[in-house]
């Protein structure tokens, strides 16, 4: 089946299996590798995608569903004043380890700030529990979306 | 000379934060075949017969008989096959493959294979093992190790005693979940085997590589890629499945890749040893003068690590504290569960909680407070451990303890008994663990370090130790860059290739950071010296122990380990009165784990560890039933949340390690192992009970509760 949807500001179309998951379309056909496979079942939050600017685990929805959406993964996001704002924050916070969540977190981090720009750390914990982290201990990634927060003031509240 | 303690900015982070980071499973190839693992449907069975589906052109089917060398994958005791022979002896375990080009016709292919098996009486826990009425699993009682030490007169102490104390604690299973699934690429190419993976050991998995193939060393390459956390769950292991995707790819000449999903990750990879804890304490005078205490490990199917994980546990049973007559006994027993394995601690984590409630108990049965009791009984400086080692640098676990102590505000909250309508309680741990390598263990690895200054002046480190999230990518370049006097950013420090990097050992037990990090800083002042600009200088150095360890592996006496970190946690939990959930609210650490090579990385560490340390307390269940485990995926097995992770507060002591780099010693580890006991006291508080067993869950404590109330 011929699917179109929007991804990362282009029009793109795929011929596949609407019952396919998204995160494999991403990935395979199109080689987003920044959307990553880390359970598979919804819990992770490795694979998280926007969608319609909704925060989505791309490993739970079929292909077929984002027919005519907007799809928006890190790598569409990569250019944005946003993102740079959040990715040097990241790095002066110490909220990566293994890397493997960060992307994800990266993308729950950016759907709060649009939503709240100036979250309290109860808000911030609660958008990022569908995000799971092994290494951190959450702690310092939290300190990495306060500091993009307060950074970022202005972009927020566009 | 800068501040090596400084934070500066991850080196790995950018990549990783943009997505850009490959981690195995991102490399794609055309033509890459795919490998789907058929495993035992049985805990212990005889394989009587395999019906294979027919295969269309393109996919086959790899098993033992394609194994070119041996089918054992290379560890202490070389027991574990990669590839089931006639028995099989856990759920789960590897019997055949099946690659092919379409993932998804490779699943329907491997779940159309039809095994029959004939079963034989299964052993599942420490009890039956010990027992030993079934047919054994291994040897002829079902240990894979049973060892023994002594220090002064146990005997005599418990003659003398006043009162004796026996106390049998209970841990369970934990499982890494390290957020990068396990999973390799293999590839055969002009009589070569490469392999590309996550993993911790280049080198095991080379070695390993070379007794399945038989082919000389210089036929086997194996290439770490960007790994997403190990925690010890990607020591060992890897090799399992880095001779299965080689098989595929020697078989088939094409390019395999074999990643795990979560659920097999879940329910097929190593886990953390349950264990069984007997203390024996004899009591004069209010203090512990003798202890015996007798650890049990239900160790899974196959040997692996185990025998060292148990000397690790043995060697902590008596923890941070001097008991002047020890008795230990240790044995890893053989049950038909997935090999267990090494896990951040190795041991330590078990022993650690024992010993730690069981001073807990004491105390309270003596009318002491924990806290005095046990700083009472804390090592010195010059005093022997339990194995007879030497402690030669100074013990600083009184200033540790205060800084906690008024850090927390212990004993203000001591006094509290609910809050918030929850009953509120608060605990405190104190410990110790052993850097580097149990015992011999560095004595028989002879690591080696290079530096390449190269002719554009930059300098590469060629180790074999990885970056799995625990920063040597940074903190490494910043012990070399500093002895040399350059910038951090001359330094290159690429993922491992076994063609261009020497066996500095495997990255386990800290020793990337304390052994294998002071041997950098060794080398890095003879290229210092050597330094020629626009030449090419290498040096080289292999690893050797300080003279002064004697340690004699064979009676388990003298240093066990080179240098000690030490530590105290204290963690403050509220919980439901009537579900008894708990809830872990903050957590408070002070250690010594000698100079930190970046303070960011080090915090980092800290929450991280202790966070799975809390999780191993609590949250962490995963029961065994019916010869599989009843949690199978991350929905099932639960780990902490951002909602579930309390507030930490952190302070470092620093008493330096003279050979470690700028005087780091172990941290990774040390972390972890006195979060769950310093959770369980904390939970006892609340409660008003004493408790044996974590983790700690709300409907076993419901039932402790209305006992209580009877
Ligand atoms: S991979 Fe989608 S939530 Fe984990
Ligand atoms: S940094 Fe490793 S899982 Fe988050």
Redesign the pocket.
Known sequence: MKIEFILNGKKVEVNTDPARRL?DVLREDFGLIGV?????????????VLIDGKIV????VPVGNVKGKEVTTIEGLKDTEEYKVIHESFLDAGSVQCGFCTP?FVMATYALLKENPQPHEDDIRKAIS?N?CRCTGYSMIIDGVKLAAKRGEKLWKD | MGDISKPVRRFDAPEKIMGTARYVDDYFEEEMLFVRIVRSTRPRARIKSIKLPKLPSGYCVVDKNDVPGENRIKMIFDDWPFFAEDVVNFYGEPILAIAGPDREKVYELSNAVKIEYEDIPPIYTIEESEENKRPPIFGENNLFADYFYEKGDPDGAFRDADQIVEEEFRTGFQEHIYLEPQGMIAKYEDGRITVFGSMQCPYYVKNALIKAFGFPEDRIRVVQTTTGGGFGGKEEYPSQIAGIAAFCAYKTGKTVKLVYD?AEDVEFTTKRHPSRIRIKGAIKDKRVVGIEVDIALNAGAYAGLSSVVLQRAMFAATGAYRIDNVRVLGKAFATNIVPLGAFRGFGAPQAIFAIETFMNHVAKKMGEDPVRFKLAHRYKKGDTTATGGLLRSEVRLPEITEKIIEMSEYYEKKKQKEKDGKLYGIGFSMFLHGCGFTGNGEEVLKSIARLKKRKDDKVEILISNVEMGQGPQTTLRKVVAQVLGIPMEDVIYENPDTDKVPDSGPTVASRTAMIVGGLLYRVAKELKEKWKEGEEVVVEKQYRHPEYIKWDQSTFKGDAYPEYSWGANVIEVEVDPLTYEIEVKKAYAVFDLGTPLDKKIIEGQIHGGMLQGIGYATLEVMEFENGRFKQRT?TDYIIPTAMDAPLFETDLVVEPYKNGPFGAKCAGELTLVGAAPAVCAAVEDALGINLYEIPIRPEKLLVLMNKEDN
Request: with cysteine; aromatic share 0%.
């Open positions: 995160l990553k496979e880390g359970c598979g079942e919804g819990e992770c939050g490795a694979c998280a685990h791309s490993c739970l994800g569908g799971l | 979560r991350i």
